[in-house]
T-cell receptor, first 110, second 113 residues
Framework: DAKTTQPTSMDCAEGRAANLPCNHS???????VYWYRQIHSQGPQYIIH???NNETNEMASLIITEDRKSSTLILPHATLRDTAVYYC???????????FGQGTTLQVKP | ETGVTQTPRHLVMGMTNKKSLKCEQH?????MYWYKQSAKKPLELMFV???????ENNSVPSRFSPECPNSSHLFLHLHTLQPEDSALYLC????????????FGPGTRLLVL
């Protein structure tokens, strides 16, 4: 699985969009990009995933660059409850092997 | 009950004790996972079960023994643990074929004295 790199931490003002970047320059053509988040001391929560096209669901949007070397998770209107560690992970889609890194700690501030 | 549940939520045990962690999923999935999350470290995949067969053992010491009696239940049997085994143990489930889309339980916080 390709390695991903994320900033260690980010701040966002409540009500504003939170844009979390992820680099995955060695991702292969059949690997997806997955995003999870973990609120303090809870289990990780699946957010969204994508292969090539941009994706949107009720939680977030995922923008993947055309060369697929990077992506951005967008939380359109961040709330205090979105404060969490966000993980960007690549995977083939069917192995079940999620390799978690350190992720990005997002702090949403009032 | 919905989603993935884990019991107990908190557990304190001595190094000579034997205990078991239980995970139950109510999502109709057929793959289940155990992860370990130590303080200040990323989550580590321990075991993968698919269709009740163990398909991955990520070099986990034998003092951790998983059991998957059916597709809805997963156990982690613990014996002669060490203090460094203190961690948050997380269970997850997925549909086979969509393995990286996993749904996690709340975890069991384990303290080994």
């Amino acid at each position: 699985d390709a390695k991903t790199t994320q900033p260690t931490s980010m701040d966002c003002a409540e009500g504003r969009a939170a844009n979390l970047p992820c680099n995955h320059s060695t991702i292969s053509g059949n690997e997806y990009v997955y995003w999870y988040r973990q609120i303090h001391s809870q289990g990780p929560q699946y957010i969204i995933h994508g292969l090539k096209n941009n994706e949107t669901n009720e939680m977030a949007s995922l923008i993947i660059t055309e060369d697929r070397k990077s992506s951005t998770l967008i939380l359109p209107h961040a709330t205090l409850r979105d404060t969490a560690v966000y993980y960007c992970i690549s995977g083939s889609g069917n192995t079940g092997k999620l390799i978690f890194g350190q992720g990005t700690t997002l702090q949403v501030k009032p | 009950e919905t989603g993935v549940t884990q019991t107990p939520r908190h557990l304190v045990m001595g190094m000579t004790n034997k205990k078991s962690l239980k995970c139950e999923q109510h999502l109709g999935h057929n793959a289940m996972y155990w992860y370990k999350q130590s303080a200040k470290k990323p989550l580590e995949l321990m075991f993968v079960y698919s269709l009740e067969e163990r398909v991955e053992n990520n070099s986990v010491p034998s003092r951790f023994s998983p059991e998957c009696p059916n597709s809805s239940h997963l156990f982690l049997h613990l014996h002669t643990l060490q203090p460094e085994d203190s961690a948050l143990y997380l269970c997850a489930s997925s549909q086979q074929g969509a393995g990286e889309t996993q749904y996690f339980g709340p975890g069991t916080r384990l303290l080994v004295l």
